[in-house]
């Protein structure tokens, strides 16, 4: 059964899938084409810089956060698979 809750971040989401998101801020270069791709796992600042909504892909956007993160030219997202 799914739960539904909410992260530190506020962000809700339903059951987690066994992947996480490595972001690295620092040589992120707002190019914002991860959320192009996937904008229900990588979310943006005022600026057009990643803001990652959750470490943890939420159940079900395993895809679209592999797509985001391989649409990155600056290879800031790493997915890793628990
Ligand atoms: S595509 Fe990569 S470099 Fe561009 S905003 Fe997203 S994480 Fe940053």
Same mark, same amino acid.
Do not use: I
């Given at each position: 059964?799914?739960?539904?809750?909410?992260?530190?971040?506020g962000f809700r989401w339903s059951g987690a899938s066994r992947m996480l998101i490595h972001f690295n801020r620092r040589i992120c270069a707002g190019h914002a084409r991860c959320n192009e @791709? %996937?904008?229900?796992?990588?979310?943006l600042d005022e600026m057009g810089y990643c803001?990652?909504?959750?470490?943890?892909?939420?159940?079900?956007?395993?895809?679209?956060? @592999? %797509?985001?993160?391989e649409n990155c030219p600056e290879g800031a997202l790493t997915i890793v698979e628990e």
């Open positions: 059964m799914a739960v539904t809750r909410s992260d530190s971040t @791709r %996937a904008p229900e796992v990588y979310g803001r990652l909504q959750s470490a943890k892909v939420p159940a079900g956007l395993e895809e679209q956060a @592999r %797509a985001g993160a």
